[in-house]
């Protein structure tokens, strides 16, 4: 199939603003005999909207959300490829965040920064929004050596689960591939499975994340741990006859050897990641996926 025929084809019909329709909402009391509340969610700044707020260390599985070294961590955004995912804008929602959580932040928009091995295994966290494009095998190679040695990488929508469509390494190591949206932006919810509530990315957000935007449908790694889902109407008729009524992966952690992989397909544009509780997800992901 053509690059254009699988083009994401998300810029050609009408923008409709989604709407922050959470307020702030509870999280979950730590629990006796828990840690301190490490990697609290970013401080307020004027003029942006509530959002879920609190300890961003969950009793979970073991998981701890920052890290106790002395030395500053490191995030790599990498961004680039198809500009209707607006790279550029939606990774600069979260570099105050990362920043904050003490990060430091380096952006690059090439992806040879995957061949410099002596940085990628100094770099916690690697960021990446680059929608479809290409990847080279050396660049790949470098990306999942960093990610198994203990480097995580994080991300959301097409820019980490529609990159380099052709290469079939990186998907594996994402854990997960967009195969498809319905034509136009649809009302539908992104729902937490019920036995992974208490996972830290999802503990005491909503069970069920109201959104209008693109619905992605993907296929995915049998070795995922899927958060939540997504299912598509099965009476719309824009919704390919397919994939009427299926349920899919919408968000989702991986493990690659030492490192953590944490996608989320939400974020098609930029107001859907700063709706409260897709913005939480988000940070949270990125926390999570952080050595
Ligand atoms: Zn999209």
């Keep these: 199939m053509s690059r254009q025929a699988l083009s994401d084809g998300c810029g050609g019909y009408g923008g409709c603003a989604i709407r922050a329709r959470l307020a702030s ?6 629990p006796k005999g828990s840690e301190a509340p490490e990697g609290q969610a970013s401080k307020r700044r004027p003029g942006r909207p509530s959002r879920v707020t609190g300890p961003t260390s969950y009793p979970s599985n073991g998981v701890r959300m920052t890290s106790t070294a002395a030395q500053p961590r490191r995030a790599l955004v990498i961004r680039g490829g198809w500009e209707g995912h607006a790279p550029v804008e939606t ?28 940085a990628l295994a100094a770099t916690d966290l690697v960021v990446q929004c680059w929608t479809m494009g290409e990847i080279t095998p050396e660049q790949t190679e470098g990306l999942a050596a960093a990610v198994r040695a203990g480097t995580g990488l994080a991300g959301w929508h097409g820019g980490i689960c529609d990159a380099f469509r052709a290469n079939t390494r990186y998907q594996w190591l994402t854990g997960g591939q967009f195969v498809m949206h319905p034509e136009r932006w649809l009302d539908h919810t992104v729902d937490v499975r019920p036995d992974r509530a208490d996972h830290p990315v999802v503990a005491g957000l909503p069970g069920q994340i109201p959104l209008h935007t693109e619905q992605y449908l993907v296929h995915t790694d049998p070795s995922v741990d899927v958060l939540a889902t997504t299912t598509f109407s099965a009476t719309d008729q824009d919704v390919p006859e397919e994939s009427r009524g299926v349920t899919c992966p919408a968000v989702w952690t991986r493990r690659w050897g030492a490192g953590r992989v944490f996608v989320s397909t939400i974020g098609h544009k930029p107001d859907d990641l700063t709706d409260d509780t897709v913005r939480t997800l988000t940070e949270r992901g990125l926390l999570w996926a952080a050595r």
């Design 25 to 30: 909402r509870p999280v979950p009391a730590e």
């Design 91 to 118: 990774t600069d929602l979260f570099l105050p965040f990362l920043r904050d959580q003490g990060f430091e932040v380096t952006v690059s928009d090439s992806l040879d920064a995957y061949l410099d091995a002596d």
